[in-house]
């Protein structure tokens, strides 16, 4: 049989408890579609750094780097300060395995609730394909003439060629596989006038190879305001890293599935292993309750599966989530039910 | 009487539609409340740059700087890139004027329409306070190994002490102004770590001399998507050129204003001119029908005679454009109503 190998990290606070669940869910999918899932797990997170001042070992990213993926829960708990958790984590692991892509689908998923008026899951179905090593989030930087009046702070923001091509290179490429075939381009040339410019630039050049691909573009600022009236344009959105960041939580706000939004962190070569991880955090005040929805850990399942090969089964288990979601299956307390987290996977599993 | 001079620069497209509205509702006040309006009229535009290329004269910021206001309608007509009709014209004017304040109120006004479900005028009612000097638009950037495959793009985004505190500050002297007294900073301080955690660092400092005013803070992704789900939220929200930039667009799109938003571009120490214009673009597809929405142009010269010290005179359009859309006035298309541009300014200016 097929087999992959998963690296399992569950993380912080609800990670503990939707990682189970995403497990039940692969292992349900495994069996019926004949492949193997060999799992090795990790107990990183802010608990380790709080007993060893690590969040994750020394040779931790060598310990991941022959996995084919890895399913991470959630990363981040009160006290621990974000520089640690997060750069300790989950930064190195992206930029180390150059996992550029981190690709959001914004789905109103059928039975679930958009905060827009009249809006239906026909109106919201895209992706954001967010640059995810290098741009606003740069390491060059720094500060001078500190505690006086002329005290200033400096970031760069980098673009390079090799960076911006590839990611917008791979939106043209989930476009064509689109009905639509549609791509997006998020910019702010009109006020950011060394980067964005460029940017600009690659994309128009980029598109000159797919003729079949509709384009167009806008303003971040502008674009924002888009998606909160017009959610209905878009099909594949791609954005520097800053740009994709906001617009992968304002998408999935807009369609009321911030609370179950999957996400992945892809290498597209499999030089590296890819990262499939929810959206939402770590939610420290409903952790060990057991109410929580596994459902963004479930999906990001599906998007691990389809990663690795086996589209029949990433299919079958977010059809499962919609025909759950649509008929009104068992759902926790922030979808309005009385579920909880583990009838919600077992419901899902049973179906897949 | 207490007399006031003004700069009137209509600009480009509707803005020449708007701006002699605008006029006529700040006459109706003037005679009202008992002040004179002096006004320079200025016809820089695209037009200007196509027969001189040159968007105004090179003398042309001095030839505002006496002026106490500058009045604009729009900039941008399509042709002229945005680098010649922007930054030929409202970027000098924001920069050399030391406009380092937008300010943009984002209100539900009765009897408009949010795209968001089951809000009301009670739930969305607050301002963005955006930095508009220095930040992600700098000056300092550059391209390096053009052409081949080492080729990258770097912009430095700054924040100084002095432009940091200022916009914090005056976020502040806004919320003690308020009814709720509350400011919310936006940042990013977990991935953009050079400049955002200064920020921070600044706005926590600044937080300590007003004991009696709310804080929180969000950072920027999660904060659009508050926006979305928690407009009710905000009372203040304070950012950075680019952040404010994006909320300030994405403020009056849940508020389902962006058609008549008002902004304003301030030098609160009136040591400079400060600049009052609508949100709206220059809308080349209705230009030269007389059909565009003049409240926006005709709510920031609300904006404007607040600066200039005429609260009542302010107060009394904000009141009457309320008013005439709660009562089922004139409106424009775009309101769903039939009138044209001069009717709307008509029945404003009439009440007033
Ligand atoms: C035109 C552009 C440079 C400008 C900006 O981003 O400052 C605009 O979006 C605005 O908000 O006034
Ligand atoms: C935690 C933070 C650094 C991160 C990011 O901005 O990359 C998060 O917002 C995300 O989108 O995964």
């Known amino acids: 049989a097929r087999k992959h190998r998963i690296a399992v990290i569950p993380g912080d606070g609800i ?9 039940r869910v692969l292992d349900a999918a495994a069996r019926r579609f004949g492949f193997e899932l060999e799992l090795t797990h990790h107990d990183w997170s802010c608990e380790t750094y709080v007993q060893t001042g690590k969040m994750m070992p020394d040779d931790g990213l060598d310990r991941l780097r022959d996995s084919d993926s ?67 989030y740069s390491s060059v930087g720094g500060r001078m003439f500190p505690g006086t009046d002329r005290e200033f702070v400096s970031q760069q923001s980098i673009l390079t060629r090799i960076g911006t091509d590839r990611v917008i290179k791979y939106a043209f490429e989930l476009a064509m596989t689109r009905k639509r075939r549609k791509v997006t381009s998020a910019t702010k040339s009109n006020g950011i006038t060394f980067t964005m410019p460029y940017w600009d630039e690659r994309f128009a050049e980029m598109a000159k190879h797919y003729p079949e691909v509709k384009t167009d573009q806008f303003h971040i600022d502008i674009l924002c305001a888009h998606f909160v009236q017009h959610p209905d344009w878009f099909d594949v959105v791609v954005g520097s890293n800053l740009f994709g960041d906001i617009l992968s939580d304002l998408g999935p706000a807009v369609a009321g599935s911030i609370g179950i939004a999957a996400s992945a962190n892809i290498n597209p070569e499999k030089k590296f292993p890819s990262m499939f991880e929810p959206v939402h955090g770590s939610a420290p005040d409903i952790a060990g309750k057991w109410i929580c929805n596994p459902i963004g850990q479930i999906w990001s399942g599906a998007m691990m599966l389809e990663h690795l090969g086996e589209k029949a089964a990433a299919d079958a288990i977010t059809a499962t989530i919609e025909k759950l979601l649509a008929e009104g299956g068992p759902r926790t307390r922030d979808m309005g039910g009385q579920a909880g987290t583990v009838d919600v996977g077992k419901a899902i599993a049973e179906a897949v």
Request: proline share 11%; net charge negative; hydrophobic share 35%.
């Open 15 to 23: 990670g503990k408890e939707t990682v189970p669940e995403g497990l």
């Open 70 to 136: 890895i399913f991470l829960g959630a990363v981040g708990w009160p006290g621990v300060p974000d520089h640690v958790s997060l750069w300790g984590l989950l930064i190195p692991i992206r930029r180390q395995f150059d996992q550029y892509i981190s690709l959001r689908p914004c789905r109103l998923l059928p039975g679930s609730k958009s905060p827009l008026a009249d809006r239906g899951p026909e109106d919201i179905d895209f992706y954001v394909v967010r640059e995810n090593t290098e741009g606003e």
